[in-house]
T-cell receptor, first 115, second 115 residues
Framework: AQKVTQAQTEISVVEKEDVTLDCVYE???????LFWYKQPPSGELVFLIR??????QNEISGRYSWNFQKSTSSFNFTITASQVVDSAVYFC????????????FGSGTRLSIRP | DSGVTQTPKHLITATGQRVTLRCSPR?????VYWYQQSLDQGLQFLIQ???????AKGNILERFSAQQFPDLHSELNLSSLELGDSALYFC??????????????FGPGTRLLVL
């Protein structure tokens, strides 16, 4: 079965703090893709990153970084020096051969950055 | 801006009615996906069309149907609406057949409220 678990329902931090959003996934496929999407208060879903199962290198994009560890089936997302504009719901997602065309989403983590 | 457009942004209707949601994919994308986001079910895949043909089906109710037209835009038809159909409906698109390797880019969503 394909599953994505985001155990943190809500996180609230003060601006400029670093924050890590956890994501744990389950799949029996050896080839799969992991995603992070951001849903700001306006409601749209914004694509942030895609990572394939054969690439365990960490990725950094500005204040965002992602840590992929196959050994623990985790794909965690860290925001460094958080800003109020980072306030949103963040979804981790999985697609694999077994899921065919659909993306399996986690339940999301609501991140609030306080000024 | 993902390049995926959806109309209308908001829709308010009554139980028992029928509505049509419209989606235009990113230029050049051949696949269109529909997702439903509700408070209790989270983000769920409904259906995918590729170049006019239905390609994959998810948790789509029989009261719901979709199609993709020759110009590649897609419509999601929801009929005999119930209160529980109130949700945010997203359309996404990807370049090709929607194999799991592709990234799906999401539109801004249509917020449906059934009264």
């Amino acid at each position: 079965a394909q599953k994505v678990t985001q155990a943190q329902t809500e996180i609230s931090v003060v601006e400029k703090e670093d924050v890590t959003l956890d994501c744990v996934y389950e799949t029996r496929d050896t080839t799969y893709y992991l995603f992070w999407y951001k849903q700001p208060p306006s409601g749209e879903l914004v694509f942030l990153i895609r990572r394939n199962s054969f690439d365990e290198q960490n990725e950094i994009s500005g204040r965002y970084s992602w840590n992929f560890q196959k050994s623990t089936s985790s794909f965690n997302f860290t925001i460094t020096a958080s800003q109020v504009v980072d306030s949103a719901v963040y979804f981790c997602a999985l697609s694999s051969y077994s899921s065919a065309s659909k993306i399996i989403f986690g339940s999301g983590t609501r991140l609030s950055i306080r000024p | 801006d993902s390049g995926v457009t959806q109309t209308p942004k908001h829709l308010i209707t009554a139980t028992g009615q029928r509505v049509t949601l419209r989606c235009s994919p990113r230029s050049g994308d051949l696949s269109v996906y529909w997702y439903q986001q509700s408070l209790d079910q989270g983000l769920q895949f409904l259906i995918q069309y590729y170049n006019g043909e239905e390609r994959a089906k998810g948790n789509i109710l029989e009261r719901f149907s979709a199609q993709q037209f020759p110009d590649l835009h897609s419509e999601l038809n929801l009929s005999s609406l119930e209160l529980g159909d109130s949700a945010l409906y997203f359309c996404a698109s990807s370049p090709r057949q929607g194999a799991f390797q592709e990234t799906q880019y999401f539109g801004p969503g249509t917020r449906l409220l059934v009264l």
